[in-house]
């Protein structure tokens, strides 16, 4: 299977002024590529193929007008094209049903002003890492590497991005074998919380954790400092980047609670079952924005794949089950509640439930594993539940508060 690892990089001001010129020789690759496509699709012309489109780039660069395609790394400038084929594909699939998750539109044309720039080098590239530890790109030369882990063999392809904050980090992708760990035996359904960030069918809650809520009420700050600057002056451009700053902050901080969160979940339990949100489904509700904060199908995918590579089972149940209106207790249909209905009583057998909670094991039972439903019940006593005190939290402390 692949994997994927992320290191800062560090390139002088040289290798920055190379590294744009990459960036921005991929994205013009990239851009008549599509754009040629639409012009064909437009005069009623069959498809561009991908060995077409290949053989014009070949051709473009004999052009002495566009000699500086050359001052770029082939590969880069193929992977280019391989992403836009890749981005048709998706695409196509997507609107055959034959892809799984969520929809995915027609590729759109890439821009200097998007939030990450990126370019990938494969094996054929050469590229290499040195001695001395660093990232030897051709054309490009040889950048610094923040090495936080060992690559655990060597990588088949390297991307090189630049994010929103001015940021470089190479992503390498490494083959490896799964690395199954022992048979455990607990099975655990787990629900989109509305007031945490997870909710488990053994009756724990998991909220985000203080270091990401700190994040973002800092990057909340940053944007109304931003919004009071006035349109072209220069505190508006230092505020601009202390936004973009502040947003990269959260989403590490928010990229490293779904690692520890994914990771601590796979190893604890055999069997994983989620709730498949298909979040753009939700994109018209006042849900959608708490649902992308909280970055639900980011860390769904960590699931999956940790499921993969560690040897458990993930399942995904359809939307369309009625998981929060279905008494884990007794079965029985209850109908549905308001959302601000935090517990309930089953009419039929008289249960008192967490609705969350009652939720997450009709996840995990609709997924088929045999999980109790004694963590959904609740006594009716406790309620309301105290903010913090509202369920158990999962190890390391510090993360779940
Ligand atoms: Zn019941």
Known sequence: MQLRYNFRLYPTPGQRAALARAFGCARVVFNEGLQARLEARAAGLPYITDAELSARLTAAKAIPERAWLGEVSAVVLQQALADLNA???????????ARKGPKVGPPRFRSRKDHRQAIRFTRNARFSVTLGGKLRLPKIGDIPVRWSRRLPSAPSSVAVIMDSAGRYFASFVVETDPDVLPEAEPMIGIDLGLTHFVVLSDGRKVASPRFLRRAENKLKRRQRDLSRKQKGSRNRDKARVKVARAHARVADARREFHHQLSTALIRENQAVAVEDLA?????????????????????????????????????RIGRFEPT????????????????????????SCGAWLDRDVNAAVNVARAAGLAVSACGAQVRPEVIPAQRGEAGTHLKPRREAA
């Open 87 to 97: 981005a048709y594909r998706n695409f196509f699939a997507s609107v055959k049903g």
């Open 279 to 315: 979040v753009t489904g939700l994109a018209r509700t006042h849900l959608a924005k708490s649902v992308h904060d909280a970055g639900w199908s980011a860390f769904v995918h960590m699931l999956e794949y940790k499921a993969r590579r560690y040897g458990r089972e993930f399942i």
């Open 324 to 347: 929060s209106r279905v008494c884990s207790a007794c079965g029985a249909k209850d109908g549905p509640k308001p959302l601000y209905i935090r517990t309930w009583q089953c009419q």
